[in-house]
């Protein structure tokens, strides 16, 4: 039964449904017409991918799905089985799934496994999840009553105290912990400054092209957004100030442009934070990953160099240690305390203390720093796989930009007005490709692909994926 599924399991690149979709609706047909019996054993991950032709992710995400729905039952080491449950429930009512609404998938959150090219993902593979695990298991061993009880809205004391010592031995920032606010996650974090420094149809400085997020939470708050070009010094000031002079905020990440990465020079540097003085507005920095730098250290934040107390200093745990987290940092001004700390006892802190505590422990023991230092070279060595397979495969389409750090890759192609057609047949194939004109507010970026690259574990794995998205060029998908 096994060796007749395997021959007759046949994927069309051509077809609406994704890949892995594909393999999920085969496999559950399978098991409806008793090909695959209840009880019997399905191939690895890896075996099936190898014989497919596609990548781990793809059957994992497949079996994922399967597994969710009671189709297949994991028994770890010893594979993947189909339920053997399944001998009592009939054909017809497990497969009415079907008639289910599709949920529109989200580019910036797929969810479920992991795709190539994933945007906003850290090398998990390399993640020290054995480690993390006891320090996890040493906090619920040893936790107090105390700990149970309801934990402080602005987040442990003891993870901010880590982060004070963290920004100052690292980035150059002094501050106190009551200064530091956790939130669970960069949305969570926009809110708090919102909900305490602006009020509705407050202009607002956005960097163009720019994290797609941002735009529609500012809009949802009553704000009015401000888009500000980016160019190779990064956010243009002077327009900012031509366009919006009385403008109560700038949101921006200056160290490493999102998404064309690029830094702020140092003379926008300070026409920024002149800007913000004479108007007595904020300057939020989103310093979202300057630790994933490859060559020479970090480019000193806004906030080292803020002498006025204007600028709100934004960090995440999502790109040092994993998404998962949902673990955002604010620093804020020491004359803004009292208002930050009002709003956040209005919204809580949506971080578990277990989580916040862990992370403590792995920065007080310098677990931390020890972590990002191995993954800067893996990261520098990754990002050169899919840059010589683009080159090697797509050199003819598009040009990779040069970059000094981070997670993601920049591709321009050189057909314009291409990127978001290719994009959403990537997406059809399984290819977690982004298109730069959807990061645009309102000025021309040229045409381009964003692509991760943090989880290409070997050389092969990013020719492989490259190949896949090059017959979208050539008319093969």
Not at 5 to 14: H, I, V
Not at 344 to 361: I, K, N, T
Not at 429 to 439: E, F, I
Request: aromatic share 8%.
């Amino acid at each position: 039964m096994m060796h007749q599924f395997l021959s007759s399991l046949r994927l069309d690149s051509q077809l609406a449904d994704p890949l892995y979709r594909q393999i999920y609706l085969r496999i559950k047909d399978a098991i409806a017409q008793g090909t695959l019996q209840a009880g019997s054993r399905l191939p690895s991950v890896r075996g099936l991918a190898s014989d497919l032709g596609v990548a781990r992710a793809t059957v994992e995400s497949a079996y994922a799905q399967l597994i969710a729905e009671g189709f297949l039952q994991s028994r770890g080491q010893a594979g993947t089985y189909v339920s053997p449950q399944l001998h009592s429930l009939p054909m017809d009512a497990a497969l009415a799934v079907e008639s289910l609404p599709t949920v529109t998938v989200d580019p910036l959150y797929p969810g479920g496994a992991m795709q190539p090219f994933q945007l906003g993902l850290p090398a998990l593979d390399v993640f020290p999840r054995a480690l993390w695990q006891r320090i996890v298991g040493r906090q619920l061993r040893t936790s107090s009553l105390a700990s149970l009880a309801l934990p402080s809205t602005q987040g442990l004391p003891e993870l901010r105290a880590a982060i004070v010592n963290y920004l100052q031995l690292s980035r150059g920032i002094r501050c106190r912990p009551e200064q530091v606010f956790i939130c669970a996650g960069y949305q969570a974090l926009l809110d708090l400054v919102i909900g305490t420094l602006l009020k509705p149809d407050d202009a607002v400085w956005l960097e163009d092209p720019g994290y797609p997020v941002t735009l529609p939470l500012f809009r949802t708050a009553g704000m009015r957004p401000v888009a500000v070009p980016v160019d190779e010094q990064g956010m243009d000031i002077a327009v900012g100030i031509a366009s919006a002079p009385l403008a109560r905020m700038a949101v921006l990440t200056p160290t490493h442009q999102s998404p064309l990465g690029v830094s702020l020079s140092l003379a926008r540097r300070m026409a920024l934070l002149e800007w913000a003085q004479q108007q007595a507005a904020w300057v939020l920095e989103d310093d979202y990953d300057s630790e994933v730098r490859y060559h020479g250290r970090p480019l000193p934040p806004l906030k080292s160099i803020d002498r006025q107390g204007r600028v709100l200093y934004a960090g995440t745990f999502s790109k040092t240690l994993f998404p998962a987290l949902r673990m955002a940092y604010l620093v804020v001004p020491a004359e803004q305390v009292e208002a930050f700390g009002h709003s956040s006892r209005l919204r809580g802190c949506g971080c578990p203390p277990l989580m916040q505590a862990s992370v403590a422990d792995f920065i007080h023991q310098g677990h931390f720093y020890r972590h990002l230092k191995r993954m800067r070279p893996i990261y520098r060595q990754r990002r050169g796989w899919l840059a010589q397979a683009l080159e090697h495969q797509l050199g003819q389409h598009l040009t990779v930009a040069s970059q000094a750090g981070g997670i993601q890759l920049l591709a321009r192609l050189t057909e314009e007005g291409q990127d978001r057609r290719i994009a959403e047949q990537a997406w059809q194939c399984g290819l977690s490709v982004q298109a730069l004109s959807d990061w645009r507010i309102a000025g021309p970026v040229g045409g381009g692909l964003l692509m991760g690259f943090a989880n290409f574990t070997q050389q092969i794995e990013a020719e492989r994926a490259v190949a896949r998205l090059a017959g979208l060029f050539n008319g093969r998908n």
